[in-house]
């Protein structure tokens, strides 16, 4: 499609003719992005200077920000790495993928992670509040069971905290612990961290000190509005029925099973089916969180519902 845009042909030929740089690629990038009303998929912090940046020094087997060397936008870029650019921009704005599947990379508590079409881009704001959650824990020989698990990047994260626990990553979806798996590997924590391929607690058979879970909690309607970059995500990662409790209900349910009696359940479960869940279970002594911004102040604006129950709470 893009092929077909004038300027499309415009950069080329310039290309050829040692004319453009990668500041001008960028520049180009995020002109078009900014043209064409990308949704920000949840990262509102990011310009569209610095997605066209990431995607550009992806085409060309750079990673890094250009902040640190500046010299590099003055770059000259071949005719060859000006397409390959293009292509990553068009796959951004016309077929609306996150940049994160395009770099295949993402990161999560300052952690790197591979991350393709198979799993959620990491965005749990459990991170920020990881401290208060697990400030009183011993640490020798703790168990944590991250359910639904995704790239891993929670189990992964608590585990690099923390040299001393085991952790067991569940997931459902076959791609998604191949995407778990490579990250185990590539953090070097194969002796402590284990995938489970699951229905839940289906093939589940420890008992947990903490069991952490970010799991599907959109409803169906939600869903179906949501802008198209999440579209791109598994529906299995997003989606939980009508009301969006259906993963849910099945994990408070089974949960106790699982736990250890001074053990906690801990749940990123999103502002409306919070409201749902504080509706429905009045009896369970749950600790809600609020989000807390990275300059530690908390905040109701745009806040998740994340919960902390100790084991004993937990219907049976
Ligand atoms: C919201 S994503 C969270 C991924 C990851 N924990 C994160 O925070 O980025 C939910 C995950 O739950 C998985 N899932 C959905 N239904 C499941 C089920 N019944 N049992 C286990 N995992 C499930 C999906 O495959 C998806 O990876």
């Known amino acids: 499609m893009f092929r077909e845009n004038p300027i499309y042909n415009m950069c080329i030929d310039s290309c050829r003719n040692g004319n453009m740089t990668l500041s001008n690629m960028i520049e180009l990038g995020a002109k078009w992005m900014k043209k064409s009303k990308l949704h920000h998929h949840f990262f509102k ?20 920000a250009t902040d640190d060397n500046p010299e590099l936008l003055t770059r000259k870029i071949s005719e060859n790495e000006a397409k390959k650019m293009l292509g990553l921009f068009e796959k951004r704005i016309v077929h609306r993928l996150p940049v994160e599947y395009l770099t295949n990379q993402a990161y999560y508590l300052g952690n790197k992670f591979y991350v393709n079409e198979n799993v959620l881009v990491p965005r749990s704001i459990m991170n920020t509040r990881f401290e208060d959650f697990l400030n009183e ?5 703790y168990r ?35 995407v778990a798996q490579i990250n185990i590997n590539r953090h070097g924590l194969n002796d402590r961290v284990k995938c489970i391929e699951s229905d839940l607690f289906a093939n589940v058979h420890n008992q947990y000190d903490l069991i952490i879970t970010n799991p599907p909690y959109v409803s169906t309607r939600e ?40 053990g906690k359940l801990i749940a990123e479960i999103g502002f409306t089916a919070a409201q749902r869940v504080k509706k429905k279970y009045r009896k369970v002594p749950f600790k809600w969180y609020k989000y807390r911004r990275p300059s530690g102040h908390e905040s109701f604006f745009g806040m998740h519902g994340v919960f902390e129950c100790p084991a004993k709470g937990l219907p049976e």
């Not at 824990?137 to 020989?141: H, L």
Request: proline share 4%; with cysteine; net charge negative.
């Open 45 to 64: 912090d990011r310009s569209f200077f610095t997605i066209a940046q990431s995607l550009a020094l992806h085409a060309i087997g750079l990673e890094h």
């Open 137 to 141: 824990i011993e640490w020798e020989n």
């Open 144 to 178: 944590v069971l991250d359910l639904c698990t995704g790239s891993g990047c929670i189990g992964i994260s608590l585990a690099l905290l923390h040299p001393k626990i085991q952790v067991d990553l569940v997931d459902i979806s076959t791609g998604a612990l191949e």
């Open 223 to 262: 869903y179906n509005m949501s802008p198209e970059e999440f579209k791109r995500e598994p529906k299995i990662a997003l989606e939980s029925g009508k009301d969006g409790l259906d993963i849910i209900h099945q994990i408070l349910a089974q949960a106790k099973n699982y736990l250890n009696p001074q």
